[in-house]
């Protein structure tokens, strides 16, 4: 997963989430993980930094077995505390 961030003039995060056909040629299979991380992300908008515009690209060489809601909330985690995008250090909710 990797992360682009650019800061807007909102009060508000624009979230954008690509999932390339070389992940997958299924569009329900791209479709969950697009699913997946808008869930996690709307579960823990208020520990995400305000005034963002956010993108995320879902990696192609990662395989459809291992995706789950765990490993997609650990990677997301990953990725924005990396970005200094989270309020607290804290981990968020699950």
Known sequence: MTIYVLPNHDAIN????VVS?????S?????RVKRLIKEIYRLNEEEICKGKSIVIL???NV???KVSFENVYHDLFKCLKKANLLNK???FNA
């Open 21 to 25: 056909k070389k992940f997958s040629k």
């Open 14 to 17: 624009k979230l954008g989430i």
């Open 27 to 31: 569009s329900v299979k791209r479709n």
């Open 58 to 60: 879902w990696k192609k």
């Open 63 to 65: 395989l459809y077995d």
């Open 89 to 91: 250090e804290e981990e």
